[in-house]
């Protein structure tokens, strides 16, 4: 029997998906190296714990909590024994939010009892960079060394090619300047390694919270900058809210402490007349009026 449950353990440890098991009670009771290499955590650190506990703190794209709720998808599928899938956001134990793929299952007794249930997840992350990606990016000095997105020349780079893209084509895009808020005072009372942390967290989630075809920079100290196309008023501004949400739920554990932030966001969909210049300077105007109003919160103009 050990022989038969080694082979199994091993199976599902080379999976290169997430798996774990809960009881009826939603308590922890496997968590394979798959799960371990998504999300950061060990399996000491999660098996005999309760989903609930929030170890995974899984949210919609809105920002909601589903594991403290009725919402939970193993919680569901506990009830009524019903398979099911949903795209969801984890978080990491680094601290960003990572979109996953999860599909959650009923565990059967054999008089047809349900004892458990089982969540296979996966990384959803629609735009993963490739090592190679990454070397020829790092070769020619577009990337940003400490969080691995585009940094502001590979900004200005897309930005010229989307503007001419619409003047030839017309076909519409917008930009959103994102800025952490009072991240100074993060520095001040954490350091400056949990500060680079910080934005390593944020660019992430903003990165993992996009959709494939469009990108995020970081603009420069806690300035982002994502071009956002085919888009229209209406749409950019819900990307942004995606954005800031995703942000607001996302946090990374220092000591005793959970540390999150928060991001401002100016929107503006891309004019005829504008240049790289005029159109980011009006989002980083309307980033400030997010400011002005109480922060957290996103502008269009």
């Known amino acids: 029997m050990d022989i038969e449950r080694d082979f199994y353990k091993s199976l599902l440890d080379n999976l290169y998906d997430g798996v774990y098991f809960v009881d009826t009670e939603r308590r922890i009771t496997y968590w394979n190296l798959g799960a371990e290499r998504l999300t950061g955590y060990d399996t000491e650190e999660v098996v005999g714990r309760f989903c609930r506990e929030n170890i995974l703190e899984h949210v919609d794209e809105n920002g909601t909590r589903l594991c403290e709720s009725s919402l939970c998808p193993a919680a569901k599928t506990l009830r009524d024994g019903q398979p099911r899938e949903e795209e969801v956001y984890l978080?990491?134990?680094?601290?960003?939010?990572?979109?996953?793929?999860i599909r959650v299952a009923p565990i059967m007794?054999?008089?047809?009892?349900?004892v458990g249930a089982?969540?296979?997840?996966?990384?959803?992350?629609?735009?993963?960079?490739?090592?190679?990606?990454i070397g020829e990016l790092q070769r020619i000095a577009l990337l940003d060394p400490l969080t691995e997105v585009g940094n502001r020349r590979y900004a200005e780079m897309n930005?010229?090619?989307?503007?001419?893209?619409?003047?030839?084509?017309?076909?519409?895009?917008?930009?959103?300047?994102?800025d952490i808020d009072d991240?100074?005072?993060v520095n001040d009372r954490f350091g400056h390694e949990v500060g680079d942390d910080v934005l390593r967290m944020t660019a992430r989630t903003l990165a993992g919270s996009l959709r494939?075809?469009?990108?995020?920079?970081r603009w420069g100290g806690e300035e982002f900058l994502?071009?956002?196309?085919?888009?229209d008023s209406g749409s950019l501004f819900a990307v942004a809210e995606k954005l800031r949400k995703m942000v607001e739920q996302s946090k990374i554990a220092y000591d005793s402490e959970n540390i999150g932030v928060t991001v401002s966001i100016g929107g503006t969909l891309a004019l005829k007349s504008d240049s790289v210049d005029t159109i980011v300077k009006r989002a980083d105007e309307l980033m400030y009026r997010s400011k002005a109003e109480g922060r957290n919160c996103t502008t269009l103009g």
């Open 91 to 101: 978080h990491h134990k680094k601290g960003h939010r990572l979109p996953v793929a």
């Open 109 to 114: 007794s054999p008089d047809g009892k349900i």
């Open 118 to 133: 089982v969540e296979v997840f996966s990384d959803n992350t629609p735009r993963v960079i490739s090592k190679q990606t």
């Open 159 to 178: 930005l010229k090619f989307r503007l001419a893209e619409q003047d030839r084509y017309g076909w519409p895009f917008g930009i959103l300047f994102i």
């Open 183 to 185: 991240f100074k005072d």
């Open 212 to 217: 494939s075809f469009d990108l995020v920079s």
């Open 226 to 231: 994502a071009i956002v196309v085919n888009v």
